[in-house]
């Protein structure tokens, strides 16, 4: 299926804050990349969202490199482990997440997303389902968006 534009934006799409988690979420406990990782990045990408990656235990600009996938992130941010939205700020994070990609519910809970099972089987194919999901999103107007042209939308 092929309804993007050449450059590769949906056509009448959302362009999306996509945020992925790291242990258990992209690199799983035996060190290995979860199935997909880098398609479903690629597919993120060419689809005109932003991907950022954070991780309660620091910025992880090196494990995306070790494993070829650095190309594909924005920015990297420590991610708050409780009081996800207040603390936004304070770890320098400049936007709300619209989607996140997360092993702990209460991130997911907090922001919206999908909560990621901690394991994966080796025919794991979750991460397909994030893109279908967050491609589906995008592609939905927006509810709740009853602004009138040129109010101001106050954000954060
Ligand atoms: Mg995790």
Do not use: C
Not at 80 to 96: Q, R, T, Y
């Amino acid at each position: 299926m092929s309804d993007h534009n050449e450059e590769g934006r949906p056509p009448n799409g959302r362009s999306l804050n996509v945020f992925f988690d790291v242990d258990n979420t992209l690199i799983m406990w035996n060190g290995k990349l979860r199935n997909h990782t880098e398609h479903v990045f690629q597919q993120l990408k060419e689809a005109g969202h932003t991907i950022y990656v954070w991780s309660g235990v620091g910025i992880r600009r090196w494990d995306m490199k070790r494993h070829n996938l650095d190309q594909y992130v924005t920015d990297y941010f420590i991610k708050p482990l409780e009081k996800h939205h207040e603390k936004l700020d304070a770890l320098g994070v400049p936007m709300i997440p619209d989607y996140v990609i997360d092993d702990h519910k209460t991130v997911v809970d907090a922001f919206g997303g999908y909560h990621i099972p901690d394991m994966a089987k080796p025919d794991d194919e979750e991460l397909l389902h994030v893109l279908a999901e967050i491609m589906e999103m995008a592609a939905l107007p927006t509810l709740g968006d009853t602004e009138e042209p040129g109010s101001t939308v106050a954000i954060g």
